[in-house]
């Protein structure tokens, strides 16, 4: 598969992955973990959604389904399914350090690894084009511009029936 075809691909893969299990993990209700209220609000004063701000907010401050879709492709890279699985069982230490109560970096990592066997073993995709692909997807939403991140990840939210009752 061309290189930057497969990058591409893989960043949306990855993009889907991480926002579709962090919102179904109820990421834009509510702040989880300390830090993610105070970003949530932040976002919100400079003209973002909030639902979209308790999602960046939550993903920043504690590993969530962005950090293991990015550490089981690294993990992938280096051990295959076992370093995947590996990954998830990092990423689920790591949300049980920040006293995070969900499971949304577990389940991203461990979906990711599926994923990667699937798209590796059957479609030509690499390790690394997910890795560069992750890297591209975080950047879309942390990266670029919070406000318009945020209220795309608000509309999300709602779709999903997600939205935040706080305000």
Not at 79 to 106: E, H, K, M, Q, S
């Amino acid at each position: 598969m061309n290189e930057i075809i497969g990058v591409i691909l893989a960043a949306i893969i990855s993009w889907l992955n991480f926002v579709i299990v962090d919102t179904y993990f109820s990421l834009p209700e509510e702040p989880g973990v300390k830090g993610a209220d105070l970003v949530a609000r932040s976002i919100k004063d400079r003209g973002g959604d909030l639902s979209g701000g308790f999602f960046q907010g939550n993903i920043l401050c504690s590993p969530d389904a962005s950090a293991g879709t990015l550490i089981s492709s690294i993990g992938f890279l280096v051990l295959g399914i076992n370093g995947g699985i590996l990954a998830g069982f990092l990423v689920y230490i790591g949300n049980r350090l920040c006293a995070d109560p969900g499971y949304a970096g577990t389940c991203g990592a461990l979906t990711m690894t599926g994923i990667l066997y699937l798209c590796t073993k059957f479609l030509g995709f690499t390790a690394e084009m997910f890795i560069v692909g992750m890297v591209i997807a975080i950047f879309t939403i942390q990266g670029i511009s919070h406000p318009y991140s945020s209220k795309l990840l608000g509309f999300i939210a709602a779709k999903f029936n997600r939205s935040t009752k706080l305000e």
